[in-house]
């Protein structure tokens, strides 16, 4: 059964001059990332238009736009929803992002020009020296792009820009573990290491365990979560 809550979606008066249908979409997209807007909850097309205090057009343009993104679902005559995911879902993600990503960073240590490495290392370099939760998630989804996009392999960016918001979504909890936040930064740093060294073989190991440990700690504070309901 879906879930309601009390939305709590941020202005949109100081994004711009963007189309209003943009600003909806930026400021729902946000809240969903961030957790503000939980799995399952039913996204009311009336509230949300009186609380960003616009028309109801530019609200149903977001939604088309979220459901692209595969962060909403839109069902005919029953509404729109944050899109969840079952345990099972999330397992057989992981494991097809693993071999996918892994296949990435391989192509790319091989095949990647000298400006692609340096543009990569600089992204790499950026998500090491910011603690801005929202910039780190933004670098880190770029350098997982960048390294699909420069294994030539359009397949391969393809595939992993499917679910590119899903993972952007864990990203926003693990970056409130310092632990975490530690780890991913170095296993980048050894990513790149055998990129640079055109190692597609240590490229590829490096970005299967990255990811295998992503979800590793998703596992972990999924069950904490759970444990914390129950008391």
């Not at 979504?169 to 632990?179: E, P, V």
């Not at 290491?193 to 190692?199: G, K, L, Q, S, V």
Request: aromatic share 6%; proline share 3%; charged share 30%.
């Amino acid at each position: 059964m879906d879930k309601t809550e009390e939305y709590r979606l941020h202005s949109i008066d100081s994004i711009g001059r963007l189309p209003l249908s943009e600003q909806v979409y930026m400021s729902l997209k946000q809240a969903i990332l961030t957790g503000s807007l939980k799995p399952k909850v039913k996204l009311s097309e009336v509230r949300i238009a009186e609380q960003l205090n616009v028309s109801a057009t530019p609200v149903r343009e977001a939604f088309r736009k979220l459901a692209k993104d595969n962060l909403v679902v839109i069902k005919p005559w029953k509404g729109v929803t944050v899109k969840g995911y079952s345990p099972e879902e999330i397992v057989a993600m992981y494991q097809c992002r693993e071999v996918m990503e892994g296949l990435g960073a391989r192509l790319c240590a091989e095949r990647c020009t000298e400006e692609q490495l340096s543009e990569l290392q600089e992204v790499c370099d950026a998500g090491i020296h910011t603690e801005n939760p929202e910039e780190r998630v933004a670098i880190n989804s770029r350098f997982h792009t960048l390294i699909a996009e420069f294994s030539g392999n359009d397949r391969v960016a393809d595939y992993l820009a499917d679910f590119r918001e899903m993972v952007n979504r864990d990203m926003y909890i693990s970056t409130s573990d310092k632990t975490r936040t530690i780890s991913c930064d170095l296993e980048h740093q050894q990513i790149m290491e055998a990129i640079h060294e055109r190692n597609g073989q240590l490229a590829e190991e490096r970005m299967r365990a990255h990811v295998r440990n992503a979800f590793v700690f998703k596992k972990a504070h999924a069950e904490l979560l759970a444990k914390q309901k129950e008391k």
